[in-house]
Nanobody
Framework: QVQLVESGGGSVQPGGSLRLSCAAS????????MGWYRQAPGKQRELVAT???????HYADSVKGRFTISRDNFQNTVYLQMNNLKPEDTGVYYC???????????WGQGTQVTVSS
C-alpha cells in the first residue's frame, strides 16, 4: 500500500517563503510523476507544479519564477519551495504521485498554506 505524507504548510505574510515536502512510502518502485495541486476556498483544485521522471518540470503560469519543484529520487520525496508568496497562493496543497509499479495515482491528505498580513 502506498502512502503520501505531506509537511511544511503554515501561515506566512505576503512576500514570505514556505517549503512543502511529500514523502511516498510503501511498496512503490517506479514513479512517473510527482506534483503539487492546490485548492482555494470555493474554487476547483488546480495544478501548481509537476516533475516527470525526476527531471522535467512544469509550472502553472501563476507561480512561475516564484515556486520551484524538486525531487529526491532515493527518498521518493518531492519538495515545493515557495518564495514571494501572495495572498492568492492561499489554499490546501495536495501532493500527487503517479507510478508505473504499482500502476497507480495517489494523493496526499493536504496541507494548509495561508498567506495573509
Amino acid at each position: 500500500q502506498v502512502q503520501l505524507v505531506e509537511s511544511g504548510g503554515g501561515s506566512v505574510q505576503p512576500g514570505g517563503s514556505l517549503r512543502l515536502s511529500c514523502a511516498a512510502s510503501g511498496s512503490i518502485f517506479s514513479i512517473y510523476l510527482m506534483g503539487w495541486y492546490r485548492q482555494a476556498p470555493g474554487k476547483q483544485r488546480e495544478l501548481v507544479a509537476t516533475i516527470i521522471n525526476g527531471s522535467s518540470t512544469h509550472y502553472a503560469d501563476s507561480v512561475k519564477g516564484r515556486f520551484t519543484i524538486s525531487r529526491d529520487n532515493f527518498q521518493n520525496t518531492v519538495y515545493l519551495q515557495m518564495n514571494n508568496l501572495k495572498p492568492e497562493d492561499t489554499g490546501v496543497y495536495y501532493c500527487n504521485v503517479v507510478s508505473y509499479r504499482p500502476l497507480g495515482n495517489y494523493w496526499g491528505q493536504g496541507t494548509q498554506v495561508t498567506v495573509s498580513s
